[in-house]
Nanobody, 114 residues
Framework: GELVESGGGLVQPGGSLRLSCAASGSIFSIYAMGWYRQAPGKQRELVARITTGGSTNYADSVKGRFTISRDNGKNTMYLQMNSLKPEDTAVYYC?????????WGQGTQVTVPS
């Protein structure tokens, strides 16, 4: 696929994980990218986005705990997640471009037990 996520898993509350999203060079250099998540029974929601210039925005629920970044040399985007909570449990998806017409990864499960 065009976007490949990795780094999900099971982590205890308060723990940390780092998600990675590897993209093809043609996509990575053109598009803003983001992380979205979908919990069971809920709609997919924005977690964080980063432009090609490095400007970022975050969902209020993750501000101060999560950090989005991109390594242009590696065509890879990251999501550093700290102080994880049970409500962060979801499938996390990488996105490039618009949510309607852009590219999506296959998703990676993050589980934080209560």
């Amino acid at each position: 696929g065009e976007l490949v996520e990795s780094g999900g898993g099971l982590v205890q509350p308060g723990g940390s994980l780092r998600l990675s999203c590897a993209a093809s060079g043609s996509i990575f250099s053109i598009y803003a990218m983001g992380w979205y998540r979908q919990a069971p029974g809920k709609q997919r929601e924005l977690v964080a986005r980063i432009t090609t210039g490095g400007s970022t925005n975050y969902a209020d629920s993750v501000k101060g705990r999560f950090t989005i970044s991109r390594d242009n040399g590696k065509n890879t985007m990251y999501l550093q997640m700290n102080s994880l909570k049970p409500e962060d449990t979801a499938v996390y998806y990488c996105n490039a471009g618009s949510t309607q017409y852009g590219y999506w990864g296959q998703g990676t499960q993050v589980t934080v037990p209560s």
